[in-house]
């Protein structure tokens, strides 16, 4: 690029380039003088065609200025650049323009099932999976009853099948073909999500009549403030502060939860938040909890608002000047949901890590959210939290893409020997870093760090523990955040928040005793810069581990890459259990039907209860006798062909169908006739599905399509196809049918034609 600018400039033509902020254009005038060439800086306000002319118009300039593309004028002289044309920033476009794969996709993925995995099928209940097979040509999968008995289910419909998740190590009894324990299971789990979306309803109901403070828009200085961050923001931060900023600038209490994965940025996207609240006159609080996570906010909120008016402190010495309003950023633990704590006008709440909070401070956060706005912030939600975002009771945004240059951490699970720990912490030291060693037990933490000291005589090594005072632990963080420690031996207490770029090698002890977003949490804590990051999970014999343990131990050894927080969460919920949405219990009716189908029932029910209509279940059957599959030598894979099979049966609109229709052409080349035809199978049932056709099928006679009797059709349309003779004739009962004539797209378009004309 520079040598491209320098040739332009030398031939006499005029060159512009633009960052699309502050920051960008900077970037653009370090790389112009680090490569010697010259230019200036138009940083103000001042239109493009006054940059143009003067003396020295030869000289590239760099300005602020958004343009998707690059342009060239030849007749006029002139180049201009975008920030895209030097950088290849086409994973920074904005968020519109990238297709996302949706949330809800973690939680129902077939990717992982393996034969014996117990899955629920909608109409016949709990079975397991037993492989695929080919049935006339036809690939099924086949699952097996009580009994012994089998169901072939064909693969076009996965959109009936789901993996069977529930309470941690659950073993559900399998259901009998046929049999009507399944129907009364569903019919009482029916019953009771119907009780529990009301009370949710009730919750819902009171936030959106609340009376809260509508934000105004943004002001100068909150540009000013977001150009002054160092990093370019990703696409997925920039969503989250659109999200905020809108549910801020509406009249309703926000209560949105920003899921990421640690070091993605979601303190920059509270931060934000916090600058819009304080423009308005309005304090904010920050609730941590622990005083270590309390102290990293605090020196961070100093540091990103040190060139604006804002007065930050923690909660120490603070209460009397908190309520007279002197203080707009208050960083503090549970201490400040103390009845004591007055504040004067508080506006917005920021929450870190809410899981960890105990139940009475949840129903203090629960009274407040009814009154201002609150922003919750998580790497890895609890289920409870997660079910409620994914049932679209708790507004969310998730925040996936990582940081630039980020690396994906090193994760391996080994059995403890002294010279794995030995070569893991000279490695680090060697390369000018630092170790974190977590021992969750404080009775031996000091006779562990004497043995690290003697396998690395030369390190620095602290110990941090809870039982610590709070002066001393705060010492001994400030002093290895400061580099005067090489190793840190600690509890989980530097679970939260910590973020020392230096420190990029993990080791954990006794690993089999962690949650698994505990162990993720621990995790995060290093791999915080573009240095390669390491974290060894040191386990007993395996013998010793129990199932569930290996089960953790192999899914955060799996999910190594980046932004995999939110498939963490999901299989953590997976291992223990969805819970009562608005209690601490676990829900009996999840273990009876399965999560996923629990979470359908729940949605659907909400909806229901929402527009006051009772929706009939009405699933369109389709037989057009086509050839319909995903063939072998297309995709090898079987599980990555049963994981597209469930992505094509659960579509649910045709923009998702037209989206992953593309998507899998992009990935896989020109797409197969069977495979085709498998789409368009999807498109019928999808139009099918919202006008009441219960099956759609090819007889001797033509094609027929009968309806529900509740189908929403329009009759006058109905007597209007019959009487135009275009092959449409009417056959009771609620039967519609088509001459089956022509080419096979031909026919998929006459089908699609009639229930498009029908709507």
């Not at 009364?184 to 009171?206: G, H, P, V």
């Not at 610590?468 to 001994?476: A, D, H, S």
Request: charged share 25%; proline share 4%.
């Amino acid at each position: 690029m520079a040598a491209a600018v320098g040739q332009s400039h030398q031939a006499g033509r005029d060159v512009i380039l633009l960052g699309s902020t502050l920051g960008m254009a900077e970037r653009l005038r370090d790389i112009l003088h680090e490569y010697g060439v010259p230019f200036r800086c138009e940083f103000g306000e001042q239109p493009l065609k006054t940059l143009v002319g003067g003396d020295d118009r030869s000289i590239p300039i760099v300005g602020i200025g958004k343009i998707s593309s690059g342009l060239r004028l030849p007749d006029a002289g002139l180049e201009i650049y975008a920030e895209t044309d030097i950088f290849d920033e086409s994973e920074h476009l904005p968020q519109q323009h990238r297709r996302r794969q949706k949330i809800t996709a973690f939680v129902s993925d077939l990717q992982d099932l393996k034969t014996g995995d117990y899955v629920v099928h909608v109409d016949h209940g709990i079975g397991t999976y037993n492989g695929l097979t080919l049935v006339h040509d036809k690939e099924c999968m086949v699952l097996l009853y009580q009994g012994g008995d089998r169901l072939y289910v064909p693969l076009e419909r996965l959109d009936l099948i789901q993996k069977y998740s529930s309470t941690e190590g659950a073993r559900p009894a399998l259901d009998k073909l046929g049999g009507t324990t399944w129907i009364a299971r569903k019919t009482r789990a029916k019953r009771a999500i119907r009780d529990m979306a009301q009370e949710l309803l009730k919750l819902y109901a009171e936030r959106k009549v609340a009376h809260g403070f509508a934000f105004s828009a943004d002001t100068e200085w909150q540009k000013e403030f977001e150009e002054g961050f160092q990093y370019d923001e990703t696409p997925d931060q920039l969503t989250a502060i659109s999200d905020i900023k809108r549910d801020m600038e509406s009249p309703l209490p926000m209560d949105r939860l920003v899921c990421g994965d640690v070091g993605y940025g979601k303190t920059e996207v509270a931060m934000r938040a916090a600058f819009k609240a304080i423009g308005d006159g309005k304090q904010v609080a920050v609730l941590t909890p622990t005083t270590v996570l309390c102290y990293q906010h605090y020196e961070t909120f100093k540091e990103r608002f040190a060139a604006f008016p804002v007065t930050i402190a923690e909660q120490r010495k603070i209460i009397g000047d908190l309520e007279t309003g002197k203080i707009d950023i208050v960083i503090g633990t549970h201490r400040l949901l103390s009845k004591d704590i007055k504040v004067h006008d508080l506006g917005l709440m920021i929450v870190d890590e809410e899981q960890r909070f105990g139940v009475a401070h949840k129903e203090r956060l629960k009274h407040i959210k009814k009154q201002v706005d609150v922003v919750t912030m998580t790497a890895t939600p609890i289920p409870r939290t997660l079910n409620m975002a994914l049932s679209g009771l708790r507004d969310m945004s998730v925040i996936e893409t990582p940081p630039r240059d980020r690396l994906a951490i090193q994760t391996v699970v080994v059995k403890f020997k002294p010279v794995v720990i030995e070569n893991a912490i000279n490695f680090e030291l060697e390369r000018g870093g630092q170790v974190y060693i977590v021992h969750n037990r404080v009775e031996s933490i000091y006779s562990l760090t004497n043995f690290i000291q003697k396998l690395a005589p030369k390190a620095r090594v602290g110990v941090a523990h809870g039982q610590m005072g709070e002066k001393e632990l705060e010492q001994v963080m400030t002093k290895f955040m400061h580099h005067e420690f090489d190793v840190l031996v600690a509890t989980t207490i530097i679970e939260n928040g910590l973020d020392i770029p230096l420190a990029n090698t993990l080791i954990v002890n006794r690993a089999d005793r962690y949650g698994l977003s505990q162990l993720y949490q621990l995790r995060g804590r290093v791999g915080r810069s573009n240095r390669r990051a390491y974290a060894y999970l040191l386990i007993p014999s395996d013998e010793t581990l129990t199932q569930i343990a290996r089960r953790r131990l192999a899914a955060i050894h799996e999910f190594s890459e980046l932004g995999a927080g939110f498939r963490i969460a999901a299989l953590d919920l997976e291992l223990r259990g969805a819970g009562n949405l608005l209690g601490g219990q676990q829900h009996g009716h999840i273990e009876a039907i399965g999560f996923d189908l629990y979470c359908q029932m729940l949605e659907r029910t909400i909806e229901e209860l929402k527009t006051g209509e009772v929706l009939p279940e009405v699933e369109t059957a389709i037989n057009l006798r086509v050839d319909l599959k995903i063939p072998a030598d297309f995709i090898d894979e079987e599980l990555h062909r049963l994981r597209i099979y469930k992505q094509i049966a659960s579509t649910r609109t045709e923009t998702e169908l037209d989206g992953l229709y593309r998507d899998l052409e992009d990935r896989f080349g020109e797409l197969p006739l069977p495979v085709r035809n498998l789409l368009e199978y999807a498109r019928l049932r999808i139009l099918g599905r919202a006008r009441g056709v219960t099956s759609i099928e090819r007889t001797a006679q033509g094609i027929d399509i009968k309806f529900h009797e509740t189908a929403r059709v329009d009759p006058e349309r109905i007597v209007e196809l019959v009487a135009a003779g275009n092959g449409v004739t009417f056959a009771p009962p609620a039967t519609l049918r088509l001459q089956a004539s022509g080419t096979r797209m031909e026919l998929f378009g006459s089908i699609e034609n009639v229930l498009r004309e029908i709507a």
